[in-house]
T-cell receptor, first 112, second 112 residues
Framework: DQQVKQNSPSLSVQEGRISILNCDYTNSMFDYFLWYKKYPAEGPTFLISISSIKDKNEDGRFTVFLNKSAKHLSLHIVPSQPGDSAVYFCAARAGGTYKYIFGTGTRLKVLA | DADVTQTPRNRITKTGKRIMLECSQT?????MYWYRQDPGLGLRLIYYSFDVKDINKGEISDGYSVSRQAQAKFSLSLESAIPNQTALYFCATSDFSQGTQYFGPGTRLLVL
């Protein structure tokens, strides 16, 4: 049972436009959510996170939105740059644990 | 120097062989994790350790064992490798005060 789902395996966006990556979860006990970016031949690197007590967190060009009632989060990248081309994973953690459940990833390609 | 290192980076082995993957970290974190990544399945947790004396199974621990030799070292062993253990393996660390995990560069394992 996939508790964290990224239903779009890939996404292509023109440089300068907005990229929106989506993630859905099923476990209402999740209280902390993270986005990671992964380049080929490298490990995932932390991008941005959000606690369940918030509905938005912003860091430069990256904004994560959390809709708890819909069990949905999204990552917005504005403006998108070719260097943003990578695989993006969302991850979730249940309160009181340090076990993270990862989605299957979305491959973003930003076209110059 | 990288904060989380993994050796080897690539390994080819034969069915039935014993193999060990090693992870070292210089971040001073107490928590360490082993994940595997398969195409279309994201990252799945194999084992995790909250300190030297604490080892816990993840969601896919069958066929694997681990050893936490020191706070900075966490090894993953395949006692008798099989082809469906062919995957990309990541080590990660985190500390008790942060939700963020820091990943190593990965070990690509091929079992023939």
């Amino acid at each position: 049972d996939q508790q964290v789902k990224q239903n779009s395996p890939s996404l292509s966006v023109q440089e300068g436009r907005i990229s929106i990556l989506n993630c859905d979860y099923t476990n209402s006990m999740f209280d902390y959510f993270l986005w990671y970016k992964k380049y080929p031949a490298e490990g995932p690197t932390f991008l941005i996170s959000i606690s369940s007590i918030k509905d938005k967190n912003e860091d430069g060009r990256f904004t994560v939105f959390l809709n708890k009632s819909a069990k949905h989060l999204s990552l917005h990248i504005v403006p998108s740059q070719p260097g943003d081309s990578a695989v993006y994973f969302c991850a979730a953690r249940a309160g009181g644990t340090y076990k993270y459940i990862f989605g299957t990833g979305t491959r973003l390609k930003v076209l110059a | 120097d990288a904060d989380v290192t993994q050796t080897p980076r690539n390994r080819i082995t034969k069915t039935g062989k014993r193999i060990m993957l090693e992870c070292s970290q210089t971040k001073g974190h107490d928590r360490m994790y082993w994940y595997r990544q398969d195409p279309g399945l994201g990252l799945r947790l194999i084992y995790y350790s909250f300190d030297v004396k604490d080892i816990n199974k993840g969601e896919i621990s069958d066929g694997y064992s681990v050893s936490r030799q020191a706070q900075a070292k966490f090894s993953l062993s395949l006692e008798s490798a099989i082809p469906n253990q062919t995957a990309l393996y990541f080590c990660a660390t985190s500390d008790f005060s942060q939700g963020t995990q820091y990943f190593g560069p990965g070990t690509r394992l091929l079992v023939l």
